[in-house]
């Protein structure tokens, strides 16, 4: 009986290494859990409570990413910690920044974004029609005008605002997937080993969690389409401060409940 040459098994050895953890039988193979925190061997229910303990212990966090919400897109850019959190929102052409310091909020913004509220607002009092901007309105966003505006706990807009600068409130909305929770695929965050969880095979959102290190959820993607979030800067303090007085207009009752 003819026996193969050595040189062909070996060949056919390694066409078949990706598939197989050797040739032989032997049950080799990298481990694909070596030097990783364990949660990839956990089934995925265990790895979604890991993550989300490990979210909340967390003293600070970058969020940054998509969020679509009631029909409408908001970008956002975010620093947050307990007591507060800093950042920057966009949405529908938009763009102001929130600062939350305790209980204090503020927002910032150019002339062209207090102008356009102004618009949509609808003038009350002004005598326009359409929604037309008045030379009062115009002198009022240019006072405001990259100017902190501090907007008072009773304003229609300080409780969707604020919920943007609110750690827990945010993680506690976002980390949640929906359905049954399988485990997918593993793969890289920014250079970081994942392990991929989902809710209902996907259309229920999925979670990339950190195989190094603590677990921390590293990127979310939204259940529906509803936006796609990375999180990083995990326990990276930075500093809550008021702005200077100077920086800061009190704007009265002119911030329209539309913001």
Request: hydrophobic share 35%; aromatic share 4%; with cysteine.
């Amino acid at each position: 009986m003819r026996t193969r040459n050595p040189a062909v098994v070996a060949a056919m050895c390694a066409g078949l290494a990706a598939a197989l953890a050797g040739c032989g039988g032997d049950g080799g193979g990298e481990d694909p859990d070596a030097g990783t925190n364990g949660v990839g061997k956990l089934p995925a229910a265990k790895i979604e409570a890991r993550a989300q303990k490990a979210a909340g212990n967390a003293e600070a966090v970058r969020l940054s990413g998509e969020l679509v919400t009631k029909g409408r897109t908001y970008k956002v850019d975010m620093r947050l910690k307990a007591d507060g959190g800093t950042g920057q929102v966009s949405a529908e052409g938009s763009t102001f920044q929130l600062l939350r310091v305790g209980k204090d909020l503020y927002l910032k913004a150019d002339a062209g974004f207090w102008a356009h509220k102004n618009e949509s607002g609808g003038g009350s009092g002004s005598g326009q029609s359409g929604g037309g901007q008045s030379a009062g309105d115009a002198a009022a966003a240019k006072k405001l005008d990259d100017k902190y505006v501090k907007i008072p706990a009773g304003d229609p807009s300080y409780k969707q605002l604020s919920g943007l600068t609110d750690k827990t409130l945010l993680l506690d909305g976002l980390l949640g997937l929906h359905g049954k929770i399988s485990t997918g695929d593993r793969g890289k965050v920014d250079g970081v080993r994942t392990i991929r969880i989902r809710g209902g095979e996907g259309s229920g959102g999925a979670l990339d969690v950190s195989l190094e290190g603590t677990p921390y959820p590293l990127r979310l993607e939204r259940a529906g389409r509803a936006g796609v979030i990375r999180l990083a800067d995990w326990d990276k303090d930075f500093t809550l401060a008021a702005p200077d007085k100077g920086d800061v207009v009190d704007y009265g009752q002119q911030i329209p409940s539309g913001t």
